[in-house]
Nanobody, 122 residues
Framework: QVQLVESGGGLVQAGGSLRLSCAAS????????MHWFRQAPGKEREFVGA???????YYADSVKGRFTISRDNAKNTVYLQMNSLKPEDTAVYYC????????????????WGKGTLVTVSS
């Protein structure tokens, strides 16, 4: 069983930056593909980005060039660096872990954190 705890959310002005962290425990972190999803009020949960166990990264078109995912296997932590934030980035951001094959679909994830709220003011 893997537990995921996100942190780092908050209120930021448009154009600003935030770094989210997701700390994992209870499993072999290095073997999991790690993902970030987000869910805005009244909308479905959507893929933001992912990082393979081997380090390859993937991003949604809406965040490409602004967000960066990284992982520190020694600290069992995955990060989401968010720059040039826009009001439309406002959402609850969730960390998720998946074993075996990588997927960008929420229903395929094995474990989820409880989320951290990011609010971007205009």
């Amino acid at each position: 069983q893997v537990q995921l705890v996100e942190s780092g959310g908050g209120l930021v002005q448009a154009g600003g930056s935030l770094r989210l962290s997701c700390a994992a425990s209870g499993g072999t972190f290095s073997s999991y593909h790690m993902h970030w999803f987000r869910q805005a009020p009244g909308k479905e949960r959507e893929f933001v980005g992912a990082i393979r166990s081997g380090g390859t990264t993937y991003y949604a078109d809406s965040v490409k060039g602004r967000f960066t995912i990284s992982r520190d296997n020694a600290k069992n932590t995955v990060y989401l660096q968010m720059n040039s934030l826009k009001p439309e980035d406002t959402a609850v951001y969730y960390c998720a872990a998946k074993s075996q094959f990588i997927s960008f679909v929420p229903r395929d994830m094995n474990y989820w954190g409880k989320g951290t709220l990011v609010t971007v003011s205009s």
